[in-house]
């Protein structure tokens, strides 16, 4: 192909990606300059692109209708405790699944995967019932128990340590290694990349579930920060640059968090195959 051409195509790519990187910003890119607009404005039949006078004391209005730090601390934790015991409890019970012998191994991998058949909501009763006969309404406790655990990341544990071929465990078997050993010394840093999702699918979803929180907690310093953005926009009347200077700042430790393991992030999805 000649220097020219190539030349062309590789503009012609470029220009295809910057349009279609620049389409996917857009939403965001509204929202910031819907944050910093006045009400009148965003709800203006004719739109306005860019506000008159930049509001940047809808910021500081978030902080005036929400106990937001006390809510955003909530929303770390539940965070965190969910990631972490979904790593432990999902990795031990995928290896369970992919590499150990026990009686009803298929019936109960059968059960735990037909959860992921059932919607959330057909359960949603059931669990605010021990919920609340447990006393853990409107308490941490209560909106992080049932993500402890998962299906999804039971399945993909389970694939990934499928997937690792038999030598590794044979050869650990013939040094002495016991299952816990082989487990916690040979096939765990494999599947590094597989827990790598798993963690990242456990982040996102804990940080923006909205309907449990909402259900169990009522309290405003005891929800997290996606439950206390549905009551901004459950007013009579909406301030929506204030709502979206609230999902901003919402937003803003996951895509912080985002940029600084952005390499381990993509890296991870790569390497774990998922699509």
């Known amino acids: 192909m000649p220097r020219a051409r190539r030349r062309q195509s590789h503009a012609l790519i470029h220009l295809v990606l910057g349009v279609g990187g620049l389409i996917m ?11 910093l607009s006045t009400n009148a404005e965003v709800q203006s039949v004719t ?3 860019w506000p008159e006078h930049l509001q940047w004391q809808n ?19 539940i965070t965190v405790i969910r990631t972490l015991a979904q790593i432990v409890l999902c990795t031990l019970a995928g290896y369970a699944f992919a590499r150990m012998r026990f009686r009803g ?6 059960l735990v995967l037909s959860i992921l058949l059932v919607p959330s909501q057909a359960y949603l009763i059931s669990q605010y019932q021990i919920v609340q006969n447990l006393g853990w309404l409107n308490t941490l406790a209560g909106i992080v128990a049932p993500g402890l655990f998962s299906a999804y990341g039971t399945f993909l544990m389970r694939t990934a340590f499928l997937n690792l071929p038999a030598e590794l465990e044979e050869a ?12 916690w010394s040979v096939l765990l840093p494999v599947v590094r990349p597989s827990i790598s999702v798993l963690a990242i699918s456990a ?5 923006n579930e909205l309907l449990w929180p909402l259900v169990v907690s009522t309290r405003a310093t005891q929800m997290p ?8 926009a459950g007013d009579v009347t909406v301030n929506y640059p204030v709502l979206m200077a609230a999902s901003l700042l919402a937003m803003a430790p996951i895509l912080i968090l985002f ?4 390499r381990r992030v993509i890296d991870g999805l790569a390497s774990s195959g998922l699509k």
Request: hydrophobic share 60%.
């Open 105 to 110: 191994r298929a019936v109960l991998l059968g």
């Open 25 to 35: 910003a857009f939403p965001f890119l509204w929202q910031i300059v819907m944050s």
């Open 225 to 232: 920060l996606s439950a206390a953005l549905a009551t901004l």
């Open 172 to 183: 650990a078997r013939i040094d002495g290694s016991g299952p816990l050993r082989t487990f």
């Open 203 to 207: 982040v996102l979803w804990s940080w």
């Open 47 to 49: 739109p306005t692109f």
């Open 259 to 262: 940029i600084l393991l952005q």
């Open 59 to 77: 910021y500081a209005a978030v902080f005036q209708r929400l106990p937001f730090l006390s809510q955003l601390w909530t929303s770390v934790l």
